[in-house]
């Protein structure tokens, strides 16, 4: 039946594919076909749904590394909650230079000292990334928080992010608790249009305003105030 679509077609179908289905599906049809993927198809990597890690390690090791799908990739999505450590492990596997059009990352569990080394050493290398979105109940401690953002508005400023999402899942362990010892007059994210985070204090917002998110369009946070969340 596939073979009788047009490419024009072929790439519509593909673009609604997430990577399991254009694997089980597509892929292995013919070569006319797997050609076609390979050269014109942006990929949309989505394992978050994925629960069994020999489906996981088939798709890192024969799928994506055996093709240019880092390159053509534009969205990719990793999380913890059902295979465990497969962030770690996608984040070991690959290199993320290859990933050079990637421009928009979601994950999900993530525990501190991964996203230390992500933040460190993997999102750099990322200059087209416009979306990052960390959902994690990971991370309670204060300091661990306060440090992803300091590395969020100053040692990656350079990046292209326009949309930031920082879900912690649950207040900080702490009650005193601010971002003003790690936002410095130096912190500007220029690029950045919409935020989304959590566990701020209403004093953080001039901060955030005046000297990280210049250009903001959109603002949301969960504030922190009198030991619970206040949502606006």
Known sequence: MWDNFPNEILLEIIQYL????????????????????????????????????????????????????????????????????????????????????????????????????????????????????????????????????RMIFIDLSCLSLRKLIVKFGNPPREANYSLADCITCNSKVTNLKYVDIDSCYMTDLTRLFKDCIPSIKRLKMNLLGDGEYIHH
């Open 18 to 149: 997430s990577i399991t289905d254009l694997f089980h599906s597509l892929l292995n049809i013919n070569l006319r076909i797997k050609l076609l993927i390979n050269k014109y198809t942006p990929v949309r990597i989505d394992f978050s749904s994925i629960i069994e890690k020999s489906e996981f390690d088939s798709l890192c090791q024969t799928t994506i590394a055996s093709t240019n799908y880092p390159y053509l990739c534009d969205y990719l999505k990793l999380s913890n909650l059902r295979v465990p450590c497969q962030i770690q492990i996608f984040f070991t596997v690959f290199d993320l230079s290859l990933f050079a059009n990637l421009k928009s990352l979601t994950i999900i569990a993530i525990r501190f000292t991964e996203l230390t080394t992500i933040m460190q050493h993997k999102l750099p290398q990322l200059t087209n990334l416009t979306y990052l979105a960390i959902k994690t109940d990971e991370i309670m401690q204060c300091d661990q928080r306060k440090y992803f953002y």
